[in-house]
């Protein structure tokens, strides 16, 4: 004990993390560059609860079916703007994407759809019975099957399960996550890409921040503010992720970088990002070396 003990300061209200001399330095500097996420002018959001995927989430062949029975044009091309495509969390990669060729029923409360106007999207959600898709939390016993309706919300028997206020970020740039990972693996999604819940995303065209969330030193601090669960995993939340360091200034370099970076200038990211926290050659040595 005597020969791995370690000074810690705990006169602050921060949480209590017990780190070495060097991981101290490191902390410090990161905390002294940066501003946290939650303090810029942007917002972390999760993404979109149904209640029921089954049912809202659907193929490209689906979507093809449903608009092929839509009365005429113009009920085509607005259910054509209400069927959106959407990334699962198990689709985002660190630097990219593999999207599905999923699409989300996008039914959001906050937009106050009249499912009358969508008759073709109407018909193929009563496919799977209204009792199942109401949001009462009621048990129902339909043929002696049991059924549970949805949780109970004060939202339509045809709307997902969350308000989804925030809708209109899903058609701006945005930095989009999985939940829950090994490493954080951070990618670019463009406008009118959704999301689907626990995966977080955040709204913003800032490439530097994209490439300073990919980068060792991010993992590190953000891992650091949470328990890493077993097999490694770790859960990405926003609450954590918000409170990342971020300097708001000096970023044109990483900004310079593309979306989708090649490996060698993912070590020239890395490089970058250690000189704008001011790691020492002896702090850098240890974060690309440290064990996770």
Not at 102 to 121: D, G, K
């Amino acid at each position: 004990m005597q020969q791995q003990g370690v000074e810690c300061d705990f006169t602050g209200s921060d949480s209590w993390v017990i780190l070495s001399p060097i991981e101290q330095s490191i902390k410090r500097k990161i905390e002294a560059v940066g501003v946290p996420l939650k303090d810029w002018d942007i917002q972390i959001n999760y993404g979109i609860k149904t209640g029921y995927n089954d049912a809202f989430i659907i193929s490209t062949e689906k979507r093809n079916e449903i608009l092929a029975n839509c009365k005429d044009a113009d009920e085509r091309k607005r259910t054509e703007e209400l069927i959106r495509p959407i990334l699962r969390g198990r689709d985002i990669k660190r630097y990219g994407y593999e999207w599905a060729n999923l699409y989300l029923i996008a039914t959001f409360p906050s937009r106050h759809y009249n499912i009358e106007e969508y008759p073709a999207v109407k018909r193929y959600l009563l496919s799977f019975g209204k009792e199942r898709l109401e949001q009462t939390g009621k048990t129902y016993t339909i043929n002696g099957e049991k059924i549970k309706a949805r949780k109970k919300t004060n939202n339509k028997w045809f709307e997902t399960q969350d308000s989804i206020s925030y809708w209109e970020d899903f058609n701006k740039p945005k930095i989009v996550w999985g939940n829950l990972n090994l490493k954080g693996a951070y990618s670019y999604a463009p406008e009118g890409m959704f999301i689907n819940a626990p995966s977080p995303f955040l709204a913003t065209s800032n490439i530097a921040v994209l490439h300073i969330l990919n980068s060792k030193i991010a993992d590190y601090y953000i891992r650091s503010l949470g328990v890493t669960r077993n097999g490694g995993y770790f859960e990405y939340k926003p609450m954590f992720v918000e409170r990342l360091p971020i300097p708001q200034i000096g970023l044109e370099n990483l900004n310079s970088y593309p979306i989708k970076p090649s490996k060698e200038q993912e070590k020239e990211i890395e490089e970058n990002v250690y000189q704008i926290y001011g790691l020492s050659l002896q702090e850098i040595d240890y974060m690309e070396n440290r064990e996770d």
